[in-house]
């Protein structure tokens, strides 16, 4: 079992930074593939980034493209999320989650992929 636990959401304004932290207990967090999902009100979760258990492979949505970063530090067990130049409609409840991979650079896109989940972090950016 992972367990995972997201931190450093809140309230910014449109154009501010946040930086998301998934912390992992419980399995060595290196032999899993790592992505964060966001789900506002009204809508579907959806895949916003990926990054792969060596940390070599990352993969976005198109519309944060450039403005997000995905990272992880495997030696700490946690993983990150960089967040710049935010917008309205990042508007968001963001969750980290992951998946065994056998491969150190397999990306994995599907939410449906994934085993473990956090419990997920508020994002609002106000206009």
């Known amino acids: 079992q992972v367990q995972l636990v997201e931190s450093g959401g809140g309230l910014v304004q449109a154009g501010d930074s946040l930086r998301l932290s998934c912390a992992a207990s419980?399995?060595?967090?290196?032999?899993?593939?790592m992505g964060w999902f966001r789900q506002a009100p009204g809508k579907e979760r959806e895949f916003v980034a990926v990054i792969s258990r060596s940390g070599g492979n990352t993969g976005y949505q198109d519309s944060v493209k450039g403005r997000f970063t995905i990272s992880r530090d495997n030696a700490k067990n946690t993983g990150s999320l960089q967040m710049d130049n935010l917008k309205p409609e990042d508007t968001a409840n963001y969750y980290c989650?992951?998946?065994?991979?056998?491969?150190?650079?397999?990306?994995?896109?599907?939410?449906?992929?994934?085993?473990?989940w956090g419990q997920g972090t508020q994002v609002t950016v106000s206009s």
């Open positions: 989650a992951a998946v065994h991979a056998s491969f150190s650079f397999t990306l994995f896109y599907n939410s449906g992929a994934y085993n473990y």
């Open positions: 419980g399995r060595t967090l290196s032999d899993y593939a």
